[in-house]
């Protein structure tokens, strides 16, 4: 399914938007399932805290369910919206499932993904369980990937700022989130005795100036086409 031309314009002017789509139920239980039992065997590499795996990475790298996610329909039609027809998937940026339980600090600072507008990255964000106001939804600050001011967030009037003006995300499981990477967001904190488990992945649309394969990068959708004016052209 493709986003409408309003939906284009809000993900453009807001820095987020849902997509109409959602992994099925089946689906979800298939990648958590998956996802958990990496966890239960420690299958490398894994992140840690407090002893506790947190994060399972390089989940392309994977293959099976998790590859099959990455290159799905439901993330990859949508995202054509954006990006357009050619597609690249980041795998040294997110790549990554969280597990996320009271316990949890990752990710709940206000941050951008990526320093600069000129090389951002959609991120999708996958939720493998519901994720609310208790048990710590995403928080973004709608518009705020326009805001040059907020480069340095280590700053704290930048960080209050941001903090006051940041709106929780509530989602269902199965539920999938774009970002523009430039805009302040952070996971939130989980006050319940569950787990939040959520998968983030990073694409661009190839570019179109790159001669060579970047080995960090894979082609999910179209083609590499070159577009440079040092290509022979005939007149
Ligand atoms: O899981 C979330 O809600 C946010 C994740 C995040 O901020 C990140 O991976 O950079």
Not at 49 to 69: K, L
Not at 172 to 201: E, K, Q, V, Y
């Amino acid at each position: 399914m493709e986003l409408t031309p309003q939906e284009i314009q809000l993900f453009r002017h807001n820095g987020f938007i849902k997509f109409p789509t959602q992994l099925s139920t089946d689906h979800v239980a298939a990648l958590k399932a998956a996802a958990l039992k990496d966890m239960a065997e420690v299958v490398e590499p894994v992140a840690r805290q407090d002893g506790r795996i947190i994060r399972i990475s390089a989940v392309w790298e994977r293959g099976g369910i998790f590859r099959e996610t990455i290159t799905c329909d439901e993330i990859l039609n949508p995202l054509e919206s954006l990006l357009g027809s050619d597609i690249e998937f980041v795998l040294n940026r997110h790549n990554h499932i969280y597990l996320r339980d009271a316990g949890s600090s990752h990710s709940l600072a206000l941050h951008r993904d990526v320093r600069h507008w000129s090389r951002t990255i959609a991120t999708v964000l996958i939720y493998l369980e519901e994720t609310n106001l208790e048990n710590g939804c995403t928080r973004v600050v709608p518009g705020s990937h326009h805001l040059p001011a907020f480069a340095n967030l280590q700053d704290d009037a930048l960080q209050e700022i941001a903090a006051s003006q940041a709106i929780p995300l509530p989602m269902p499981a199965g539920g999938l989130l774009a970002i523009d990477s430039m805009i302040i967001h952070s996971a939130g904190i989980n006050h319940t005795d569950g787990t939040r488990m959520s998968m983030t992945l990073g694409y661009h649309s190839a570019d179109e100036l790159t001669w060579e394969d970047n080995p960090r990068r894979v082609l999910v959708r179209g083609e590499r086409p070159y577009r440079g004016n040092d290509k022979p052209t005939e007149y």
